[in-house]
């Protein structure tokens, strides 16, 4: 992982720009360099806006992503004026088109600058991205992620910037964009007031519950942000939890007689055919987008077949089968480790602490007193069978409702 600084890369940006000028993309005015769209748009071997074409003729869009914003006013229905509130117009004569937009901006009194070339100025808002990208990853990038908001205009020109100086036609093989984030079916605004901080949402909810929120909807989609969302979040992290617990009571309490050989019947049988074709299906839905939403439904699904055949082993006096159901429960454990959900140092389930960052301190404080006192009922549990009635048999009876 490489955490990048503009300050720092402000050479390697003036070296770029200039690269970018020398193939004919680039042009100087007034102090700064603007990207000629036009004439990279009319190379055979280029194309402009990859991304959103539709956008191109945007104004609004393109004055946004220049660091500006557009000014209209009507009056029935006809637009009386329209300018930029804080791009100047001695700034949009200095472009020969208005789909130009800045590569090196020259400062104004009182904003940073560098010595350049051209004067003294400050990177563009496009530039700095692609430079500092293409400076560690080189002249292609793989997998380039970033929000659906950003689309147009800022990654089709970190598109064309770096098409423009490599001077190939590929710069980067795919991009991922994730969804917006909504507050009550609203975009979070402060005029709206309906802004939420991160701190604000995990005074309210814990991080867990949080990122099964965000981990219940598709990356590329929007998340809405409410009752209703994190509603869903609880329930299913109280699923998660009842069965992580009920895993670790059987585990605990089942013994060393459930750990030798035990011949699978039609109960075990069933499960785990249901066990195998639900990894099945999360290994599908993983690979298809890295749907987290369907592989946590197929584990959702899964927890709830366990507990219907841990129940039917009750009813049929005798108990689940051990490996199965550790093996069900190391599952969903680690798929949510890969999730992020459960730190690495958990064994089995969500941690005993309230932070979750130290799971295995207290386990390890307790392992001790719960294993003594498993092997306590087991001892008990064994005599109980044995006797077939009695004190013993009552005893053992009343130490499984304990348990």
């Not at 003036?14 to 009319?42: H, L, R």
């Not at 539709?54 to 104004?59: D, H, R, S, T």
């Not at 914003?69 to 006809?78: H, K, Q």
């Not at 498993?374 to 001892?379: E, I, T, V």
Request: glycine share 8%; proline share 3%; aromatic share 10%.
């Amino acid at each position: 992982d490489v955490l990048t600084r503009v300050s720092e890369f402000v050479p390697e940006i003036i070296e770029f720009v200039q690269k970018i000028i020398e193939n004919g993309y680039g042009y100087v005015s007034n102090g700064s360099v603007y990207f000629d769209c036009a004439t990279f748009d009319a190379s055979p071997n280029h194309s402009y806006a990859k991304l959103v074409p539709e956008a191109v003729g945007n104004l609004d869009a393109l004055v946004e992503g220049e660091g500006g914003s557009i000014r209209r006013i009507y009056w029935e229905g006809l637009e009386l004026f329209s300018g930029e509130l804080s791009v100047s117009n001695e700034r949009l004569k200095e472009k020969r088109n208005e789909k130009d937009f800045a590569l090196w901006k020259a400062s104004k009194p009182g904003e940073p600058e560098w010595d350049s070339p051209w004067g003294k100025g400050r990177p563009g808002w496009h530039i700095e991205c692609s430079v500092m990208s293409c400076d560690i990853l080189g002249s292609k990038i793989d997998v380039h992620t970033g929000g659906v908001d950003l689309k147009f205009p800022h990654h089709d020109n970190e598109i064309a910037q770096a098409e423009a100086h490599y001077k190939h036609d590929q710069w980067v093989n795919y991009f991922l964009h994730s969804g917006h984030l909504t507050i009550e079916g609203c975009k979070m605004s402060k005029s709206l007031k309906n802004f939420i901080t991160i701190k604000e949402a995990l005074g309210r909810y814990t991080s867990r519950q949080l990122r099964f929120a965000f981990l219940l909807h598709a990356w590329n989609a929007t998340l809405d942000y409410g009752t209703n969302t994190m509603q869903e979040a609880e329930q299913i992290e109280k699923l998660f939890n009842e069965f992580f617990l009920t895993a670790k009571n059987l585990l605990r309490y089942q013994g060393a007689e459930n750990e030798a050989f035990v011949k699978w019947g039609s109960l075990d049988k069933d499960l785990n055919a249901k066990f195998l074709s639900k990894k099945s299906l999360v290994h599908e839905a993983l690979c298809d987008s890295i749907d987290t939403a369907s592989a946590l439904n197929e584990m959702r699904d899964l927890v709830k077949e366990t507990n219907i055949y841990i129940g039917s082993c009750r009813q049929a006096s005798r108990d689940p089968n051990q490996s199965l159901i550790k093996s069900i429960a190391n599952y969903a454990t680690n798929l949510l480790k890969i999730f992020g959900v459960i730190p690495d140092d958990s064994t089995i389930g969500f941690p005993l602490s309230a932070t979750g960052s130290t799971s295995a301190g207290m386990e390890a404080v307790a392992e001790p007193f719960v294993t003594a006192l498993a092997r306590f009922r087991d001892d008990v549990r064994i005599v109980a069978r044995k006797e077939k009635g009695g004190s013993m048999s009552k005893l053992g009876a009343w130490i499984d409702v304990v348990s």
